[in-house]
Every structure is written in structure tokens, then in C-alpha cells.
């Protein structure tokens, strides 16, 4: 085990198995030095802990536990990045994460959502887990979601 997986394992967490995809498409692939990974959901052990959409009203998801759900997002994205680069350590940067927040409405506090998987990245990561971002809400996501995350990754060779 190298040093991000040990970094992971001092966090208390453990890399999941790869979610199998819901379409016609892969968990990631490894383009030259980038590892583009799909759109990752909170899937836990193959189901979502929680669906709907996000805001303050009573029958939502709340933000705070929605900023959870998009921690384990970055946790499976991760999972993704090792199916096709087996050595984490080989991770530079994390360039680019987008975050998609199914919302009520009147929800704007998307980006403190999705500072869930910003968080883990930076702590996983440390330096090379800062990168450039967008957080968007959304009417629906796939299954209910409240939360999917996607990231572009640099390896080195």
C-alpha cells in the first residue's frame, strides 16, 4: 500500500469496489497522463444511502448530509481512479472536479455541498488534491441522487 491509500486508511476509510456503470459507459479511463472519471454517485455497497433533492425545507435531503453524500462521491471517484491506475501515488493533481447538486429551487448553497469531495481530495491528496471546480445545481440526477461528483486527474508515467 503507498501513501495515499495509507493517508485514506488514517482517515478511517477504505477504498470501495468500483460501482458497476448504469449505462453505456466506463467508471473511468486513462487518456495519456489524465484519468477522466464518469460522474460518481454515493453509492454505498451498491445503493444510495438517501435520495432526493437538496435544500432547507422539511422532506429534503439536508445540506449538511448532502455535503457528507458528496464525500463518499470523491471516495468512489477515487475507487475509480485506481481501476485503471492501480498506484495512487501516481496521482499529481486533481485538475478539475465538477459537483451536481440535485436541488429545490430555492437551494443555493450548492458549492458548500460539494465542498464534501473538494475536502476529501485535499486531505487525501494534500497539495495535489487542490483544483478548479464547479458546483451546479440540477433538477434530478440519476436513481434520486442528491450528489454526483466527476474529476479529471494527472498521472505521472
Not at 9 to 30: H, M, N
Not at 94 to 102: D, E, L, P, R, S
Not at 103 to 129: N, R
Request: hydrophobic content about 50%; glycine content about 10%.
Amino acid at each position: 500500500m503507498g501513501a495515499v491509500e495509507d493517508r485514506i486508511a488514517d482517515l478511517g476509510l477504505t477504498l470501495p469496489e468500483v460501482a458497476a456503470p448504469l449505462a453505456s459507459y466506463v467508471p473511468a479511463v486513462l487518456d495519456g497522463s489524465r484519468v477522466y472519471v464518469s460522474g460518481q454517485l454515493p453509492l454505498v455497497d451498491g445503493t444510495l444511502p438517501e435520495t432526493g433533492a437538496v435544500g432547507e425545507l422539511v422532506g429534503l435531503v439536508a445540506p449538511d448530509r448532502a455535503r457528507q453524500l458528496a464525500t463518499v462521491c470523491a471516495l468512489n471517484a477515487i475507487a475509480a481512479v485506481r481501476s485503471v491506475v492501480p498506484d495512487l501515488d501516481r496521482v499529481e493533481r486533481v485538475v478539475k472536479v465538477t459537483g451536481f447538486v440535485a436541488s429545490d429551487p430555492s437551494f443555493t448553497g450548492q458549492p458548500g455541498v460539494v465542498d464534501g469531495a473538494s475536502e476529501l481530495f485535499g486531505k487525501v491528496f494534500g497539495d495535489a488534491g487542490v483544483h478548479a471546480r464547479s458546483a451546479v445545481g440540477v433538477a434530478a440526477l440519476p436513481l434520486g441522487a442528491p450528489v454526483e461528483v466527476e474529476v479529471i486527474v494527472h498521472v505521472r508515467d
